[in-house]
């Protein structure tokens, strides 16, 4: 099994409406982040959290909500969908006692807005 | 502003080396690291350089100069296996990481 479980993996939706995506790992690990990959750009991110009380913005976090449920669990939520928001999303989680920061994705959910 | 450039896409032969380039302008460097994406698939950690020089690690090497703002990664004894995207990220002086866009990198037999 995945240490790092994205649900779901394939979405497709209408304009307008409200989308989840969750994330769970069993790594341990208290940070956790939110990005987008669209082609031929860099992973963008969208949301970051060091631990449960802890919530931050990244470089696009307009039309994007989180919400850390517990260490193990973070989720991102669309409120009203627009098919610019179109891409792959990555979870990912890393262990901040590791001198080098490496990130652990999870295999990606595709939102397909229609 | 803060810019990762690496190219598009290489292609190379099996068995041969290939280099990927990847030039950087960031607002301070605490690293760079290097991913390898298979199509479809999450990025996969390959390395991490913070001093200059040359890390190997098997048939992957990694070189950083900071000075110049610019690493490379280096696969010998290429593999088809090895046909990926490879992400070049460097973390700026908040800590945050700033991805490139990815080279493609395209193995013939």
């Known amino acids: 099994d995945a240490d790092v479980t994205q649900t779901p993996r394939n979405r497709i939706t209408k304009t307008g409406k409200r989308i989840m995506l969750e994330c769970s790992q069993t790594k341990g690990h208290d940070r956790m982040y939110w990005y987008r990959q669209d082609p031929g750009l860099g992973l963008q991110l969208i949301y970051y959290s060091f631990d449960v009380k802890d919530i931050n913005k990244g470089e696009i976090s307009d039309g994007y909500s989180v919400s850390r449920q517990a260490q193990a669990k973070f989720s991102l939520s669309l409120e009203s969908a627009i098919p610019n928001q179109t891409a792959l999303y990555f979870c990912?989680?890393?262990?901040?006692?590791?001198?080098?920061?490496?990130?652990?994705f999870g295999e990606g959910s595709r939102l397909t807005v229609l | 502003g803060q810019n990762i450039d690496q190219p598009t896409e290489m292609t190379a032969t099996e068995g041969a080396i290939v280099q990927i380039n990847c030039t950087y302008q960031t607002s301070g460097f605490n690293g760079l690291f290097w991913y390898q994406q298979h199509a479809g698939e999450a990025p996969t950690f390959l390395s991490y350089?913070?001093l200059d020089g040359l890390e190997e690690k098997g048939r992957f090497s990694s070189f950083l100069s900071r000075s110049k703002g610019y690493s490379y990664l280096l696969l010998k004894e290429l593999q088809m296996k090895d046909s990926a995207s490879y992400l070049c990220a460097v973390m700026d002086s908040n800590y945050q990481l700033i991805w490139g866009a990815g080279t493609k990198l395209i193995i013939k037999p």
């Open positions: 990912a989680t890393s262990d901040q006692d590791r001198d080098t920061g490496e990130l652990f």
């Open positions: 350089n913070v």
